[in-house]
């Protein structure tokens, strides 16, 4: 069987052209917003899929599940409507502290919806990236993040980020123990260290500042997902657990987004009003 790195050059190597995304069933568009009043990084937080799969006598695997489709639309979403940088929170370093079976659970999804979203998006030109550690990780799900990591490596479009493993405080303290090590060994000056230079030594480099940092399932915290990245995002919190997310909800949160009014330290811009509004939903 070919690895998936070979599989996905090979559907990359038929990509001629990149399509366009599937639309979503409903007929549903995205709104026009203006460049400038568009997130450039969203991040979100996907919470709520237990509780889902509680709520109607599922087990808490099924929610997980019905989140990597949740997923899957949402990267369609992402496409149709331009966002550059989505990056999502799949597994913390916290969530170790979930029994056996959801554990297993989760790091069976984990590497089949890799697999699924590398092969499935070859024509949507989506590079995917992974932001964490290797930590306990199952050696399958960390050759899942690397494989798709180094497939995907030349596309161009939609960057998607999965934060697998990942704790925001241990990012910083790793990036801060390397940059010590490497100021030791002379190979860089302390002197020279600045917020830039620092922003090298984390998980992903080029990440951009996240602009919207969104929390599905009603709780009001950001969980140590980005602090480094996140520390002027805005911050919407819905109700509505990941599971039943799907891309018009990105939509709205990103209409959103373009209402609010960002200072970021500086004198307000007028908010963006959306041109043609997705609808309720
Ligand atoms: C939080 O909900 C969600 C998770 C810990 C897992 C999310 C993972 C996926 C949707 C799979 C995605 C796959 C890839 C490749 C990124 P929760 O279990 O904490 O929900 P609860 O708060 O209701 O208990």
Redesign the pocket.
């Known amino acids: 069987m070919p690895g998936l790195a070979q599989e996905v050059r090979r559907l990359d190597a038929q990509r001629n052209p990149i399509v366009p995304p599937t639309p979503h069933p409903s007929g549903g568009r995205p709104p026009t917003l203006p460049t400038e009043a568009k997130p450039r990084h969203t991040a979100i937080v ?7 799969a ?1 709520s109607r006598g599922l087990p ?1 695997s099924d ?2 599940r019905a ?2 489709e ?2 899957a639309d949402v990267v369609h979403g992402a496409l149709e409507i331009g966002l550059p940088h989505l990056t ?5 370093t916290e ?1 170790w502290k979930r029994p056996a079976d959801e554990l297993n659970a ?1 790091m069976d ?2 590497p089949q ?2 697999r699924r ?1 590398a092969n499935d998006t070859a024509p949507l030109n989506v590079r995917l990236r992974w932001a964490g550690v290797r930590g306990p990780l199952p050696a399958d799900v960390v050759a899942a993040l690397t494989d798709a990591e180094h497939a995907t490596r030349d596309r161009t479009g939609l960057t998607l980020t ?1 934060c ?1 493993n990942y704790g925001g405080r241990a990012e910083i303290a790793a990036a801060a123990a390397n940059i010590a090590r490497d100021a030791a060994a002379g190979r860089i000056d302390p002197g020279s260290v600045c917020e830039h230079a620092f922003a090298r030594y984390l998980h992903v480099p080029e990440l951009p500042d996240v602009d919207l940092l969104l929390r599905t ?1 009603g ?1 009001q915290r950001t969980s140590n997902f980005l602090p480094w990245q996140a520390t002027c995002a805005e911050l919407l919190f819905l109700d509505t ?2 599971s039943d997310m799907d891309r018009r909800d990105l939509w709205h949160a990103m209409e959103e987004y373009a209402r609010r009014i960002r200072r970021c330290g500086s004198i307000p811009r007028i908010p963006a009003q959306p041109t043609s509004p997705t609808g309720p939903r």
């Open positions: 996907m919470d709520g899929n237990g509780r889902w509680t808490r929610g997980h989140g990597g949740a997923l999502v929170y799949a597994f913390s969530n989760l999804e984990i919806r890799l979203l999965l697998v399932g709780d657990p990941w």
